[in-house]
């Protein structure tokens, strides 16, 4: 019994001893955690955040669940919207024992920041830097909590685009969160087949006044585009918008997209915001980051309201710095459970001999990168939705609200989301929907664009500055009478001018242009050329006999077409003389050899079957052959005289009448038409035939006919040859395809060869019309519609 109680008490102090040691080997979590925050505090995004920031960590420390034991500190530095000063405050928490730094809100100082975080490995997660250029991926110890101006920038150009417009102008504060956001918006646009046609940077600082923007204000008037994109700061914004209303440039035809910049000063100031500075933007359209609606986010929303007593509003960058501090909590917390330490150690890199920087204070967090691993892996469901990050380091399914300046507030007109474009159903309802792709969720609803009119702005009118439309019109050298240049001036003439200018005059307004033409003059333009020179922008327009084809549709826009046209053949014939044999070319000479075979079998038969029975066909054998012969020839014009007895002849007698009835009909038709119709006979029926032969082809230089041979038919290239004028047809189609420079046949476009044969009679067209398109005007920027 003595030995039982030995060996309990041996085992309680192996225990205890054990626990001890493991107890040794995990560290203790710290009293207290520090975080940094770097933003301008007096600024529409900065009041937000700081209560914000403030009421998250009050919310951390209040759940008992995370970081047990351990208390949240945030210490907020003020940058006062100065680089510098955010600087100096971000290297002064690097002095500090803080594991991670909030902010900053400006773009410029985050780039500055970025590259400190990275050499002393502190986690630096902005709720407000936009600009699309701050890569987590150049920056490992950066990251976005909020939306990337990219994404802000494609949903302008999908709204551009949506409407039809191919044209803005974009006014942008001149520092790396304008620049890089209208490069953006740049990119995006190109992408649609859009562009910015004038960009008006604004010097950032405080030295913009009414004088300032009222003169490049002027300066857009007298341009062609009506879509202005405002990408500035709120101050600026305010100014340009009430210089614009003076300017009454809020009113019918313009159109006006400011970025976020807006709908966050409207959400957070809508109610001490005076009803003047909404009479100077009626009509705006506006982007806001979208933030899905939750019992969390409205519950959320009532305590904000009584902690501001109303006179603050919560934007979507304040629930951006909410759950960016429940981010670096959850992440602390996850740290600390894998046995993460809080320490730090000096930098070596930062030695430098003389001065009084104190940089030898500033230190490296020893576990930054795995407090940065915990950030990244985190997946929770705040304020602004699902905080999640991809791949590229970025929030998961980036979505923004369309909202409308209406009266004193704003209205929701729709929704743009990464994954779907724009749609008027909330971004997570098109995420759950199988059938997100639909068409009808691609759309707005009805906007109110300046000047009360809810009809949609055309976008674009013609400038007052001196500019006019350049119209490519080719220097054709054959055919000149669809168009040609008349000579010693910059004028054309023929039926597509005549054409381009009756449907000018239908036009309620006028439309400046300018002809130019295009071409040597030598030989006939590349028709492609001249389409791709309208596509890449050198020429406004193109007028002209210029085929539509897929190709080209790819790349410009055609009016509806005013002449139809396709491809036919062309090739030359030979008369057939009647001649003193023609008697004979009714048949041929097979047709010919079978009738008289079948005649004398047919006397043959009758002779087997009456011989016996009629005396008619007995004699002596000459006698008899002579029969046979005579009967069967004189059938062919029922002539015969012998009769025929017996059933069978009768019934073989009958049925040759009618066969022989049926020659004589034949062969009197057949020579009636040899004796009265001209006859023409040509090497080729169509253009099959050309596709089975190996012999040359002739086509129009500059003609699409061409690409269409080689690339749709098949046809080698070395079988064409170039032909400019109406008379190189007359040659090569006299030489032939035997002969050097000589070709079977022409192929191109209908109206030519009409134009052709009306004074050529020797060639004739062959075949069917094989392919079916017409021609029209070509504009790539989709203003000039013209044709009825």
Same mark, same amino acid.
């Given at each position: 019994?003595?030995?039982?109680?030995?060996?309990?008490?041996?085992?309680?102090? #192996?225990?205890?001893?054990?626990?001890?040691?493991?107890?040794?080997?995990?560290?203790?979590?710290?009293?207290?955690?520090?975080?940094?925050?770097?933003?301008?505090?007096?600024?529409?995004?900065?009041?937000?955040?700081?209560?914000?920031?403030? @009421?998250?960590?009050?919310?951390?420390?209040?759940?008992?669940?995370?970081?047990?034991?351990?208390?949240?500190?945030?210490?907020?530095?003020?940058?006062?919207?100065?680089?510098?000063?955010?600087?100096?405050?971000?290297?002064?928490?690097?002095?500090?024992?803080?594991?991670?730094?909030?902010?900053?809100?400006?773009?410029?100082?985050?780039?500055?920041?970025?590259?400190?975080?990275?050499?002393?490995?502190?986690?630096?997660?902005?709720?407000?830097?936009?600009?699309?250029?701050?890569?987590?991926?150049?920056?490992?110890?950066?990251?976005?909590?909020?939306?990337?101006?990219?994404?802000?920038?494609?949903?302008?150009?999908?709204?551009?685009?949506?409407?039809?417009?191919?044209?803005?102008?974009?006014?942008?504060?001149? !520092?790396?969160?304008?620049?890089?956001?209208?490069?953006?918006? !740049?990119?995006?646009?190109?992408?649609?087949?859009?562009?910015?046609?004038?960009?008006?940077?604004?010097?950032?600082?405080?030295?913009?006044?009414?004088?300032?923007?009222?003169?490049?204000?002027?300066?857009?008037?007298?341009?062609?585009?009506?879509?202005?994109?405002?990408?500035?700061?709120?101050?600026?914004?305010?100014?340009?918008?009430?210089?614009?209303?003076? #300017?009454?440039?809020?009113?019918?035809?313009?159109?006006?997209? $400011?970025?976020?910049?807006?709908?966050?000063?409207?959400?957070?100031?809508?109610?001490?915001?005076?009803?003047?500075?909404? !009479?100077?933007?009626?009509?705006? #359209?506006?982007?806001?980051?979208?933030?899905?609606?939750?019992?969390?986010?409205?519950?959320?929303?009532?305590?904000?309201?009584?902690?501001?007593?109303?006179?603050?509003?919560?934007?979507?960058?304040?629930?951006?710095?909410?759950?960016?501090?429940?981010?670096?909590?959850?992440?602390?917390?996850?740290?600390?459970?894998?046995?993460?330490?809080?320490?730090?150690?000096?930098?070596?890199?930062?030695?430098?001999?003389?001065?009084?920087?104190?940089? %030898?204070?500033?230190?490296?967090?020893?576990?930054?990168?795995?407090?940065? &691993?915990?950030?990244?892996?985190?997946?929770?469901?705040?304020?602004?939705?699902?905080?999640?990050? /991809?791949?590229?380091?970025?929030?998961?399914?980036?979505?923004?609200?369309?909202?409308?300046?209406?009266?004193?507030?704003?209205?929701?007109? /729709?929704?743009?989301?990464?994954?779907?474009?724009?749609?008027?159903?909330?971004?997570?309802?098109?995420?759950?929907?199988?059938?997100?792709?639909?068409?009808?969720?691609?759309?707005?609803?009805?906007?109110?664009?300046?000047?009360?009119?809810?009809?949609?702005?055309?976008?674009?009118?013609?400038?007052?500055?001196?500019?006019?439309?350049?119209?490519?019109?080719?220097?054709?050298?054959?055919?000149?009478?669809?168009?040609?240049?008349?000579?010693?001036?910059?004028?054309?003439?023929?039926?597509? =001018?005549?054409?381009?200018?009756?449907?000018? %005059?239908?036009?309620?307004?006028?439309?400046?242009?300018?002809?130019?033409?295009? /071409?040597?003059?030598?030989? &006939?333009?590349?028709?492609?050329?001249?389409?791709?020179?309208?596509?890449?922008?050198?020429?406004?327009?193109?007028?002209?006999?210029?085929?539509?084809?897929?190709?080209?549709?790819?790349?410009?826009?055609?009016?509806?077409?005013?002449?139809?046209?396709?491809?036919?053949?062309?090739?030359?014939?030979?008369?057939?003389?009647?001649?003193?044999? $023609?008697?004979?070319?009714?048949?041929?000479?097979?047709?010919?050899?079978?009738? $008289?075979?079948?005649?004398?079998?047919?006397?043959?038969?009758?002779?087997?079957?009456?011989?016996?029975?009629? !005396? @008619?066909?007995?004699?002596?054998?000459?006698?008899?052959?002579?029969?046979?012969?005579?009967?069967?020839?004189?059938?062919?014009?029922?002539?015969?005289?012998?009769?025929?007895?017996?059933?069978?002849?009768?019934?073989?007698?009958?049925?040759?009448?009618?066969?022989?009835?049926?020659?004589?009909?034949?062969?009197?038709?057949?020579?009636?038409?040899?004796?009265?119709?001209?006859?023409?006979?040509?090497?080729?029926?169509?253009?099959?035939?050309?596709?089975?032969?190996?012999?040359?082809?002739?086509?129009?230089?500059?003609?699409?006919?061409?690409?269409?041979?080689?690339?749709?038919?098949?046809?080698?290239?070395?079988?064409?040859?170039?032909? /400019?004028?109406?008379?190189?047809?007359?040659?090569?189609?006299? #030489?032939?395809?035997?002969?050097?420079?000589?070709?079977?046949?022409?192929?191109?476009?209908?109206?030519?060869?009409?134009?052709?044969?009306?004074?050529?009679?020797?060639?004739?067209?062959?075949?069917?019309?094989?392919?079916?398109?017409?021609?029209?005007?070509?504009? =790539?920027?989709?203003?000039?519609?013209?044709?009825?």
């Amino acid at each position: 019994m003595n030995t039982v109680w030995i060996l309990l008490l041996f085992s309680l102090q #192996l225990a205890d001893s054990t626990l001890g040691l493991l107890n040794m080997n995990v560290p203790s979590r710290p009293d207290v955690v520090n975080v940094g925050a770097v933003f301008t505090f007096d600024s529409s995004i900065g009041r937000v955040a700081k209560l914000a920031i403030q @009421e998250a960590v009050n919310d951390v420390n209040s759940d008992s669940s995370l970081l047990p034991e351990t208390k949240l500190v945030v210490h907020m530095q003020n940058s006062n919207c100065s680089g510098f000063q955010g600087l100096l405050g971000a290297l002064k928490f690097m002095e500090t024992e803080v594991v991670a730094v909030i902010g900053p809100q400006s773009s410029v100082v985050a780039h500055m920041i970025s590259h400190i975080a990275n050499e002393l490995q502190r986690p630096l997660l902005s709720f407000a830097a936009t600009d699309p250029t701050l890569s987590s991926l150049q920056f490992p110890f950066f990251l976005r909590t909020t939306q990337s101006d990219f994404h802000q920038m494609a949903a302008i150009a999908d709204i551009v685009d949506y409407y039809g417009w191919r044209q803005v102008v974009a006014i942008f504060i001149d !520092d790396d969160f304008g620049r890089n956001g209208i490069s953006a918006l !740049d990119d995006s646009l190109a992408a649609k087949r859009c562009k910015i046609s004038s960009k008006i940077g604004i010097p950032p600082g405080s030295g913009l006044n009414r004088n300032n923007v009222m003169d490049f204000l002027v300066r857009i008037q007298l341009s062609e585009s009506r879509i202005i994109v405002v990408h500035v700061h709120p101050n600026m914004g305010f100014l340009i918008f009430s210089v614009a209303h003076y #300017l009454q440039m809020m009113n019918d035809g313009y159109v006006w997209i $400011a970025t976020d910049w807006l709908s966050s000063v409207l959400d957070t100031l809508s109610i001490v915001t005076p009803s003047e500075s909404y !009479d100077t933007m009626q009509g705006v #359209l506006v982007l806001r980051q979208y933030t899905p609606d939750s019992d969390r986010k409205k519950a959320f929303l009532s305590r904000w309201s009584n902690l501001t007593g109303g006179s603050l509003g919560l934007n979507s960058y304040g629930l951006y710095a909410y759950d960016t501090v429940w981010l670096v909590a959850r992440a602390v917390n996850l740290f600390l459970n894998r046995g993460g330490v809080i320490s730090f150690k000096k930098d070596p890199n930062l030695r430098f001999g003389g001065g009084n920087l104190g940089l %030898n204070a500033m230190r490296v967090f020893n576990g930054g990168s795995l407090l940065m &691993n915990c950030i990244l892996e985190s997946n929770f469901t705040g304020l602004s939705g699902q905080v999640e990050f /991809g791949p590229d380091r970025s929030l998961i399914r980036p979505a923004f609200d369309v909202i409308n300046v209406i009266g004193n507030g704003v209205r929701r007109v /729709g929704y743009w989301s990464y994954h779907s474009g724009l749609s008027t159903q909330p971004p997570e309802m098109i995420y759950t929907n199988e059938n997100n792709n639909s068409n009808s969720e691609h759309k707005l609803f009805s906007v109110i664009w300046p000047g009360q009119t809810t009809e949609k702005p055309r976008g674009w009118v013609f400038p007052n500055n001196g500019k006019l439309l350049r119209i490519g019109v080719p220097r054709r050298v054959s055919y000149r009478e669809f168009v040609s240049q008349v000579h010693g001036t910059d004028k054309f003439k023929g039926f597509c =001018i005549e054409v381009f200018q009756a449907a000018l %005059n239908l036009l309620p307004y006028p439309v400046p242009y300018e002809f130019i033409p295009f /071409g040597d003059g030598k030989e &006939n333009p590349s028709y492609q050329e001249l389409v791709n020179l309208v596509a890449t922008g050198h020429f406004d327009a193109a007028v002209g006999d210029i085929a539509i084809v897929t190709n080209r549709t790819k790349i410009v826009d055609f009016t509806q077409p005013y002449a139809s046209s396709g491809l036919v053949v062309t090739t030359s014939f030979k008369k057939l003389n009647s001649g003193a044999w $023609a008697f004979l070319q009714p048949f041929s000479p097979l047709m010919w050899a079978v009738t $008289a075979s079948f005649f004398l079998l047919i006397g043959v038969v009758i002779w087997i079957l009456e011989h016996r029975l009629n !005396d @008619e066909f007995r004699g002596t054998p000459t006698e008899q052959f002579i029969t046979i012969v005579w009967f069967s020839l004189s059938t062919l014009f029922f002539a015969h005289r012998e009769s025929t007895v017996s059933t069978l002849g009768r019934a073989v007698l009958l049925i040759w009448l009618f066969v022989v009835l049926i020659i004589n009909s034949s062969y009197t038709a057949g020579l009636t038409s040899i004796l009265t119709v001209q006859h023409l006979s040509s090497p080729i029926k169509g253009i099959e035939d050309l596709k089975r032969s190996n012999d040359r082809i002739g086509y129009q230089v500059g003609s699409f006919a061409q690409h269409y041979l080689i690339d749709e038919l098949g046809i080698p290239k070395s079988r064409l040859i170039e032909l /400019g004028k109406p008379e190189d047809y007359v040659r090569a189609l006299q #030489l032939g395809p035997k002969k050097e420079g000589g070709v079977i046949a022409v192929v191109d476009e209908r109206p030519y060869v009409d134009l052709f044969l009306s004074t050529h009679c020797k060639f004739r067209v062959v075949g069917h019309e094989f392919t079916k398109s017409g021609w029209g005007f070509v504009s =790539i920027s989709s203003r000039i519609y013209i044709g009825y």
